[in-house]
């Protein structure tokens, strides 16, 4: 790793619809915890409600809004630093978003004659798990890893054979798992963003013995490969739910026991296929991320079974609030790669691949 400097960095995250900045200092000779002198995220999601997911064009103007605003108001929480590098989610994401991070960080790099460090919005994901990493030994021991990132644009399987390496293993074909979830609360009535509004709704049926049953498909589950398939669950649920009668549908015992077995058919499946290629890799640790790693119960069973079933892999799941999209976790992503010798790119050479694969590098 390269010698260590004070350093402060700023980070954009605007893939998506939330817009993020962060200034974050790192002052010491050796690996540790990062002071945040700032962390601001604007959330989109009172905007998008009324269409039931988001629409790109209308975020991205959100993001132009926003984005100078957040700039300005962190800069004055971190009384003014003197910015020594600039982070920005180049990808994946949607494209229209994207570009407005990375013109401003380009704009910005520009004036200031800095160097931008791209960063992989999933592999970001990865490392929302050691934000607050504070030995060398503990992101060395890590490896191999096998990463379970699952939010409502992307279900990947990923093997980390070190930092900066990583073989996509298995993912959704087409609905991700969050995807799902707001398709099917949508149906139901519960609003967006859905994974939050099936979890309050599941969460009401534990220890509860209700007349209503309903068992829905595992799709792909017991397939010998590590893809994922979530919209025959969403299928199957409408069409259960169009089969009863209005008043049944429409009453709060229907509504809990099918987001219930919506929430166990997800569940299942990512945690059947995370164990499987756990052991057939054979990998140390555990790493899960995303937005749909906030679910409570995804993050208490696959402790469960983890613990259960592979006695040597240990567990990583992120803090909550850094689950969905944030500018931290870019930061610390920027910084590891900074210590790895990553020094940065000239602004002109910064673009942005709403497809890329974390696989493939940047």
């Known amino acids: 790793m390269r010698p260590f400097i004070n350093l402060t960095i700023l980070a954009i995250e605007t893939s998506c619809d939330d817009t993020g900045v962060t200034l974050i200092k790192v002052n010491k000779k050796k690996l540790s915890k990062i002071k945040v002198l700032s962390n601001l995220i604007s959330s989109q999601i009172k905007i998008h409600q009324k269409y039931g997911g988001v629409y790109p064009f209308l975020a991205k103007r959100e993001h132009q809004k926003n984005l100078p605003l957040l700039f300005k108001k962190a800069k004055k929480e971190a009384k003014n630093p003197k910015i020594d590098l600039v982070a920005v989610t180049v990808g994946p994401g949607l494209e229209p978003c994207l570009w407005v991070g990375v013109n401003f960080v380009k704009d910005l790099a520009k004036k200031l004659n800095l160097s931008i460090i791209p960063i992989d919005h999933i592999e970001a994901h990865i490392y929302a798990n050691f934000i607050n990493i504070d030995s060398k030994a503990e992101l060395k021991n890590i490896f191999p890893a096998l990463c379970l990132i699952t939010s409502g644009g992307h279900t990947q399987l990923i093997l980390a054979r070190d930092f900066g390496k990583y073989k996509i293993l298995g993912e959704t074909r087409d609905d991700a798992a969050g995807e799902c979830f707001d398709k099917i609360a949508r149906m139901l009535g519960l609003g967006y963003p859905g994974g939050p509004a099936i979890e309050k709704e599941a969460f009401r049926v534990q220890d509860k013995e209700y007349r209503i049953k309903i068992t829905l498909p595992r799709p792909m589950m017991y397939q010998k490969n590590y893809d994922f398939s979530f919209s025959g ?37 990512l945690i059947h296929k995370t164990l499987k290629a756990a052991k057939e890799y054979k990998v140390k640790t555990i790493i899960l991320g995303g937005g749909v790693s906030a679910n409570k119960e995804l993050r208490k069973q696959l402790k469960r079974k983890i613990k259960k079933e592979l006695k040597t892999a240990s567990y990583q799941a992120p803090n909550t609030k850094y689950s969905t999209d944030n500018a931290l976790m870019i930061a610390t992503t920027a910084y590891l790669k900074w210590l790895k010798g990553e020094k940065g790119k000239d602004w002109k050479k910064i673009t942005v691949n709403a497809n890329l694969r974390i696989e493939n590098g940047i």
């Open 233 to 269: 669950l969403k299928t199957a649920a409408l069409y259960h739910w169009n089969s009863q009668k209005p008043k049944i549908r429409k009453s709060k015992e229907y509504l809990r026991v099918m987001a219930a077995e919506v929430q166990q058919a997800v569940i299942d499946v």
